[in-house]
């Protein structure tokens, strides 16, 4: 705690010889606890996820429309994505019994617990969405699956933004409204990335779109959730996370301006597709270094509280504080 200069409180109609205390720092110290996860493990589980659940949604489109080959490489690389999520979750854990002991309650406030339900519903149909259409085998059992997988696949995509937000995280909870929106846009630019890489120019019509799309809503929401956060906003513009956020942006702008002019060639339209991927992965994990990055620093924690208690007792709506 330090002192403001020149400040004295009243108490009992006599002016004080305290002065005004003003909280500029907690010894230095972080006052919430900063994420112990491991970034690989935990910002390559947010990408994963959303390539995979957003990729079961574009598959399932394609499978309607006759793009069977785009269907099945967007099948595959869901089940490949999920597969990769889970062993990121469970490297996370520490050992797989402890995946399974996520599974004997649920608990909508642990971002852990409900991916483990999640994937647990999920994963499965993504596996026999994938197998059928491999195989040729159980078609009708195939299209249950690619519709379960691409119910379920918004879910998975997104929920990892709104559990990140319902922390005390100063760069996640201050967008609690921005950051499921931003991961599912930076999901679906991965998963139009992948069907460009893996699918055929003849199909890749509705990937170049929803790239397009996509990074349009990915620009259009880092801008508002910068804007939402204040001083906070620091976080992602600074740093190891300013870094990943910015070439983030640049290579999904890039990734979709390719798509869309250039897409109906072979070559640009793979280079479109894996800048599209590097893009959303470089997002997730700025918005991950971000979050650290303001949970160590106490004046990202301070800061914001105090401002809104002013807010509040301008507005009459706390009590001012005598002096």
Request: glycine share 12%; with cysteine.
């Amino acid at each position: 705690m330090t002192s403001a200069p020149g400040t004295r409180r009243r108490r009992g109609g006599e002016r004080s010889v305290v002065p005004r205390a003003e909280f500029q720092s907690y010894y230095g110290r972080p006052v919430i606890k900063a994420p112990s996860w491991a970034a690989p493990d935990i910002a390559g589980y947010f990408f994963l996820g959303g390539l995979a659940g957003a990729g079961s949604v574009l598959a399932a489109g394609a499978q309607l429309t006759g793009r069977t080959t785009t269907a099945t490489a967007l099948k595959i690389s869901s089940l490949t994505a999920i597969s990769l999520s889970t062993v990121a979750l469970v490297h996370d854990l520490g050992r797989p019994g402890r995946f399974a002991n996520m599974l004997r309650v649920f608990k909508p406030t642990s971002p852990m617990n409900v991916g483990s339900w999640l994937l647990s519903a999920y994963a499965p149909a993504a596996g026999v969405a994938a197998a059928s259409a491999v195989s040729g085998r159980l078609p009708r059992t195939g299209a249950a699956a690619t519709t379960a997988a691409a119910l379920l696949g918004p879910a998975v995509a997104t929920y990892t933004g709104v559990l990140a937000a319902d922390t005390a995280v100063p760069a996640w909870h201050g967008v609690h409204r921005e950051l499921p929106y931003l991961f599912a846009a930076s999901a679906t630019a991965a998963a139009a990335g992948m069907a460009l890489v893996a699918g055929t120019t003849a199909e890749n019509a509705p990937a170049r779109c929803a790239a397009g799309l996509a990074a349009v809503a990915d620009t259009v929401v880092s801008k508002a959730a910068e804007q939402r956060l204040g001083i906070v906003a620091e976080t992602w513009q600074e740093g190891r996370a300013g870094t990943l956020l910015r070439t983030a942006r640049l290579l999904t702008v890039a990734g979709a301006a390719g798509a869309v002019l250039l897409g109906d060639r072979r070559g640009p339209a793979v280079a479109s597709g894996l800048a599209l991927l590097a893009g959303s992965a470089c997002t997730r994990f700025g918005v991950f270094a971000a979050g650290v990055a303001s949970a160590r620093d106490p004046k990202y924690t301070v800061g914001p509280q105090r401002e809104q208690l002013d807010r509040e007792r301008a507005a009459g709506e706390a009590p001012r504080p005598e002096g």
